[in-house]
């Protein structure tokens, strides 16, 4: 069997070995792949592994020998499923590699915004301490976690891993997701109410999307886009929330409509917010984004530990060992 693997660029800088996948099946290795050069790239192969490259009827039919898709990522919202099954094309995903680096972001984000820290670090390097007249200043107010409540929309591995982080700081947790019943009976809870912490003496609740809005102090976005949640940042629910509501993505960009945001940030609805995804990636120039305060973009990176990256690349491998004996494992 032939193999292709079409975006090295996009999980290995020189710090990651492509052994595992390597030493299954004859791979050629693309550092990018785009949708011009996708069908020279593929050619005649029976698997490739890919992330964002668009996988729809037209591309089966032109790649009749594609016998198996390995994405790697955990979304796959560029394979037109239906179209593969109608190919006879086997399509796996790889879920919760890289659930630690991405809450690990979240929370990097969400201490930022609180703290100023990066504000006070520039300052002092400017001097502006040495010539200060008392021993302590402060540019911004400076929040304190503890007590404050974060609304958490979406309760996958992510959004669990930073709720448990939330309580482990003494906040209240509001949790909305499109399933909350299969996580209230995993608790052994029999209302929504979910569970409250006696060791933290706060709360955990699951609730309505405007319930969250208006009740959170901090709102993090976890959820995949759908239907139902893209363009959930939004003028009509930025009004819901709080005055000076701080908001985290480190999802989907489309879940935000990022004029909005701007106006928001602008005007100092939001107070602050972080965003690791944007709309269309790369980001472009005039993206209103570029032009807000109080806001923190970094390039969809909170995934990229090389700890996730490896596990990864080692989680691709073991997907593809299934399907060569004939297994199926993370298949969508």
């Given at each position: 069997?032939?193999?292709?693997?079409l975006?090295?660029?996009?999980?290995?800088?020189?710090?990651?070995?492509?052994?595992?996948?390597?030493?299954?099946i004859?791979?050629?290795i693309?550092?990018?792949?785009?949708?011009?050069?996708k069908?020279?790239?593929?050619?005649?192969?029976?698997?490739?592994f890919?992330?964002k490259?668009?996988f729809?009827?037209?591309t089966?039919t032109?790649?009749?020998?594609?016998?198996?898709?390995?994405?790697?990522?955990?979304?796959?919202?560029?394979i037109?499923?239906e179209?593969?099954k109608?190919?006879?094309?086997?399509v796996?995903?790889?879920?919760?590699?890289?659930?630690?680096?991405?809450?690990?972001l979240?929370?990097?984000?969400i201490?930022e915004?609180?703290?100023?820290i990066?504000?006070?670090?520039e300052?002092?390097?400017?001097?502006?301490?040495?010539?200060?007249?008392?021993?302590?200043?402060?540019?911004?107010?400076i929040?304190?976690?503890?007590?404050?409540?974060?609304?958490?929309?979406?309760?996958?591995?992510?959004?669990?891993?930073?709720?448990?982080?939330?309580r482990?700081?003494?906040m209240?947790?509001?949790v909305?997701?499109?399933?909350?019943?299969?996580?209230?009976?995993?608790?052994?809870?029999?209302?929504?109410?979910?569970?409250?912490?006696?060791a933290?003496?706060?709360?955990l609740?699951?609730?309505?999307?405007?319930d969250?809005?208006?009740?959170a102090?901090?709102?993090?976005?976890h959820?995949p886009?759908?239907?139902?949640?893209?363009?959930?940042?939004?003028k009509?629910?930025?009004?819901?929330?709080?005055?000076?509501?701080?908001?985290?993505?480190?999802s989907?960009?489309?879940?935000?409509?990022?004029?909005?945001?701007?106006?928001?940030l602008n005007?100092?609805?939001?107070?602050?917010?972080?965003?690791?995804?944007?709309?269309?990636?790369?980001?472009k120039?005039?993206?209103?984004?570029?032009?807000?305060?109080?806001?923190?973009?970094?390039?969809?990176?909170?995934?990229?530990?090389v700890?996730a990256?490896?596990?990864?690349?080692?989680?691709?491998a073991g997907?593809l060992?299934?399907?060569?004996?004939?297994e199926?494992?993370?298949?969508?």
């Open positions: 069997m032939k193999a292709v693997y975006e090295r660029g996009a999980v290995d800088h020189g710090d990651i070995s492509f052994d595992p996948i390597t030493s299954l004859e791979t050629k693309y550092d990018n792949t785009t949708e011009e050069n069908y020279e790239h593929i050619g005649d192969a029976e698997v490739v890919s992330n490259i668009i729809d009827e037209e089966f032109r790649c009749p020998k594609l016998k198996y898709i390995g994405v790697c990522a955990t979304g796959y919202n560029v037109d499923t179209a593969a109608r190919h006879g094309v086997a796996t995903n790889v879920p919760a590699y890289s659930t630690e680096s991405v809450a690990q979240a929370w990097s984000f201490l915004c609180a703290g100023r990066s504000m006070h670090n300052s002092v390097h400017r001097g502006d301490w040495v010539r200060s007249e008392t021993f302590c200043y402060w540019l911004s107010p929040t304190e976690l503890a007590g404050k409540t974060i609304g958490i929309v979406g309760y996958g591995n992510i959004g669990q891993r930073v709720a448990e982080i939330a482990a700081f003494k209240n947790v509001l909305s997701t499109a399933h909350p019943e299969k996580y209230i009976k995993a608790a052994g809870s029999e209302s929504p109410a979910g569970t409250s912490g006696s933290a003496e706060t709360e609740r699951f609730t309505t999307l405007d969250l809005f208006t009740n102090d901090i709102i993090s976005l959820c886009m759908t239907k139902e949640t893209e363009a959930i940042i939004c009509e629910n930025i009004a819901k929330m709080k005055d000076g509501v701080i908001i985290i993505n480190v989907r960009g489309g879940l935000v409509v990022e004029k909005d945001l701007t106006e928001a005007s100092g609805k939001v107070s602050h917010a972080a965003v690791d995804v944007v709309s269309e990636e790369p980001m120039a005039d993206n209103p984004l570029l032009t807000a305060p109080n806001l923190i973009i970094t390039p969809h990176m909170a995934w990229a530990s700890e990256r490896t596990r990864l690349i080692e989680a691709i997907n060992e299934a399907f060569l004996k004939g199926e494992l993370n298949r969508v």
